[in-house]
Structure formats: C-alpha cells, structure tokens
C-alpha cells in the first residue's frame, strides 16, 4: 500500500526531528496536493498505524489539502483546475496541462510539545 510507505517516511522524518530536539511531537503538518495521488483517509489511518511503537504514538497527522493551479495560456494567468480529469482552465475552459501547484507532498511544520 501506497499511502503505508508515505505515511512511516514522513514519520520516520518527525522522529528525527524529535530525537535531534529531545522533545515530544504531537502533530505533524502536510501539505498535500490534489495531483500527488494520495487518498488522504487511507494517508491517515496509515499514519496511525506506521506511529505505533514509535515516539509518535499519539500525535495527529494535520493535513492541508492543496488545490490544483494550473497556468492557462488565454488567460495569461494562474488558475484553478476545472477538474482532476479534464486538464482545462475554471474560467475560460482553455485546456493547458501546466501545472502551478498541486503535486505538494511535503512536511511543512512540526508541533512540538514544550
Ligand atoms: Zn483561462
């Protein structure tokens, strides 16, 4: 499972961090794009599961989903994603497969327990 191996990297990363400031973590920040191809239910009850056992036993996996921006050439301009399956501008319907954002997978904060 995909969203498995995810999941114990991102905590294996929190660990570290953990162990590198001596101190507890409770809640892990993700930004998470509609194009990375992760299911952010099965990403959250993996993450409880890749926690077990490990000093992060507890914490909570926060994650922000982010929506897709795509570059539309009529438009000049970023705009949002009409849809995941057809690659065309929301305002004017121009297709453009140029992705702004959307693909995030990333850590971007750590909460740490003083
Ligand atoms: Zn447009």
């Given at each position: 499972m995909h969203e498995l191996s995810i999941a114990m990297s991102i905590v294996e990363l929190a660990e570290e961090e953990a162990v590198r400031r001596g101190a507890k973590i409770n809640a892990v920040h993700l930004k998470l794009g509609a194009l990375a191809g992760v299911v952010t239910s099965a990403l959250q009850s993996s993450y409880e599961m890749a926690c077990?056992?490990?000093?992060?036993?507890?914490s909570q996996l926060i994650v922000e989903e982010v929506p897709v921006v795509v570059y539309c050439p009529r438009c000049r301009a970023d705009r949002l994603l009409s849809s995941i399956q057809f690659f065309t501008c929301a305002e004017c319907g121009a297709p453009t497969p140029d992705v702004v954002q959307g693909k995030e997978l990333e850590v971007v904060a750590l909460e740490i327990q003083e």
């Open positions: 077990e056992n490990t000093p992060l036993e507890g």
